[in-house]
């Protein structure tokens, strides 16, 4: 089995609500499901939200924001994850959902991956917030660079801005991903290009998932000055775009609408691209250039 359809979920979560997000994003599990979709992927931090506001308040005088977010988010295992694997079972799809996880006293921004058996495959924490939201989430380790096996091949992938980090790309290279997942807060026209770009490199399939997110959808009480009240102030438009092994675009973008995208993936594509250009194959030089990954999981403290 190698071919398969994926969708992309461009949608807007319920502003810092956990429970009213994720029933959103259940609903359109099954609405992608029953379009035929095998793999469904959401946004970066889409439960509950990304949290917009570190591009707009000073560092540290966020609180009405970040308090909300921290009773709001994801603990992994825990209920809200619960929720989704059944959701993925229900559906007897592979879901990818973003979500900002608590672990403890610190903040990820996490991607999780559940199969259709309900189980949860793997979980990716972000290695490098970037700027302002290193105020909010802590930093992952390669203990989380993770692919997942389906029977349509390998999914694995890396968030927003990780994308530009050559070395992480190498590492999903090398891991095996056939089917890279780019779930996104970066809705400008050159983050096509960059989906292109990886597409064409690593010769795989790629699917990049930006959420909707306008002033108007953060709760009138959190605003202040902020957010001014309308349509018209645009956090993010979208640009959710699914590309093909040769960079060639499938479906997308679409921008400043909720919409499912779907594209019908074909795996062995991949390994015919992979014979003109394998990145860590025949076309590597080892004898030149190598990269060591530490895969262990980094804590403050461990206990023998």
Same mark, same amino acid.
């Given at each position: ?138 930093? $992952? +380790? ?7 096996? /389906?029977?349509?091949? =390998?999914? @694995? #992938?890396? &968030? ?69 009240? $309308? +349509? ?7 640009? /959710?775009?699914?590309? =093909?092994? @040769? #960079?060639? &675009? ?55």
């Amino acid at each position: 089995m190698t071919r398969a359809t994926v969708a992309a979920v461009q949608a807007t979560p319920v502003f810092l609500d956990r429970e009213a997000t994720v029933e959103k994003a259940c609903r359109l599990v099954k609405e992608a499901a029953a379009a035929g979709a095998a793999l469904v992927v959401f946004p970066e931090a889409f439960v509950p939200a990304y949290p917009d506001w570190v591009w707009r308040l000073p560092a540290w005088q966020d609180g009405r924001f970040t308090h909300r977010l921290l009773d709001q988010a994801v603990t992994v295992p825990g209920p809200t994850a619960d929720r989704l694997a059944e959701a993925a079972r229900d559906a007897g799809v592979y879901l990818a959902i973003g979500v900002n996880e608590l672990d403890g006293g610190t903040l990820y921004n996490t991607l999780l991956y559940f199969t259709p058996a309900g189980e949860l495959a793997g979980r990716h924490r972000k290695l490098m917030p970037t700027g302002g939201e290193r105020t909010v989430w802590g930093y $992952g +380790d390669g203990s989380t660079l993770t692919v997942v096996a /389906t029977p349509f091949g =390998e999914v @694995g #992938g890396l &968030i927003c801005w990780e994308n530009y980090m050559p070395l992480a790309r190498t590492a999903m290279y090398a891991l095996g991903v056939e089917i890279y997942l780019a779930p996104t807060w970066d809705n400008s026209p050159q983050w096509v290009a960059t989906l292109q770009h990886i597409a064409k490199e690593g010769r795989v399939y790629v699917v990049g998932v930006a959420p909707l997110l306008r002033g108007s959808d953060v709760p009138e009480e959190l605003r202040g000055d902020s957010y001014p009240a $309308g +349509d018209a102030d645009w956090m993010s438009r979208g640009h /959710t775009t699914i590309v =093909e092994p @040769g #960079g060639e &675009i499938l479906a997308g973008p679409v921008t400043e609408r909720e919409e499912i995208l779907y594209a019908e993936i074909d795996t062995d594509r991949v390994l015919r691209e992979r014979q003109l250009f394998d990145p860590v194959g025949h076309y590597a030089r080892p004898d030149v250039f190598t990269l060591h990954v530490d895969t262990r999981p980094h804590n403050a403290v461990t206990f023998d």
